[in-house]
């Protein structure tokens, strides 16, 4: 059972331009979310996350959006860079569930010149 | 001045052996984790351990030991490996809470042969 879904496995964009990553959650007990960026042969470094208080959360070119009702959130990167090649993980956590991640299967992000 | 470090990167084993990975932080956190990737890249929280005591503990076949001497380390004994239990495990470290950010290691490729 996934709770927690990256439905595109993989998008390209041109630099320069925007780059918007999907993820969609079933659990309505997640109350906060991150994206990790990965590089091949590297763990997962921490982007930005969000409280399911807040609808948006910026920091520099990263943006996150939280729509709790549709049950999805997405991650828009402007503009995009070809070091933001990388894997993208969305995770959540559930309330009362200590510091247990949920991560979604990923999507590779490539972008391109 | 690695912050989260796994040895080794690479294990290469038989089934039946039984085998360790080594994680170490130096950020100074209080809680430890273990992940496992497997071959669709979904990435599942197995054990997590907060100053030395375990606090998480997904399904996770009792082969799998972990233990912590201390908060600066988080090991994995592996029992009787399995065709099955190839997979990239990652070690990661966070001060705990809901609004933890968990720090990665690089991974430890397993390959049982």
């Known amino acids: 059972d996934q709770q927690v879904k990256q439905n595109s496995p993989s998008l390209s964009v041109q630099e320069g331009r925007i780059s918007i990553l999907n993820c969609d959650y079933t659990?309505?007990?997640?109350?906060?979310f991150l994206w990790y960026k990965k590089y091949p042969a590297e763990g997962p470094t921490f982007l930005i996350s969000?409280?399911?208080?807040?609808d948006k959360n910026e920091d520099g070119r990263f943006t996150v959006f939280l729509n709790k009702s549709a049950k999805h959130l997405s991650l828009h990167i402007v503009p995009s860079q070809p070091g933001d090649s990388a894997v993208y993980f969305c995770?959540?956590?559930?309330?009362?569930?200590?510091?247990?991640?949920?991560f979604g299967t990923g999507t590779r992000l490539q972008v391109t010149l | 001045d690695t912050a989260v470090s796994q040895t080794p990167k690479y294990l290469v084993t038989q089934m039946g052996n039984d085998k360790s990975i080594k994680c170490e932080q130096n950020?100074?956190?209080?809680?430890m984790y273990w992940y496992k990737q497997d071959s669709k890249k979904f990435l599942k929280i197995m054990f997590s351990?907060?100053?030395?005591?375990?606090?998480i503990n997904e399904t996770v076949p009792n082969r799998f030991s972990p233990k912590s001497p201390d908060k600066a380390h988080l090991n994995l004994h592996i029992n009787s490996l399995e065709l099955g239990d190839s997979a990239v495990y990652f070690c990661?470290?966070?001060?705990?809470?809901?609004?933890?950010?968990?720090?990665f290691g690089p991974g430890t490729r397993l390959t049982v042969l």
């Open positions: 995770a959540a956590r559930a309330t009362g569930t200590a510091s247990k991640l949920t």
């Open positions: 990661a470290s966070g001060l705990g809470g809901t609004t933890d950010t968990q720090y």
């Open positions: 950020l100074g956190h209080d809680t």
């Open positions: 659990n309505s007990m997640f109350d906060y």
């Open positions: 969000i409280s399911s208080i807040k």
């Open positions: 351990y907060n100053n030395k005591e375990l606090i």
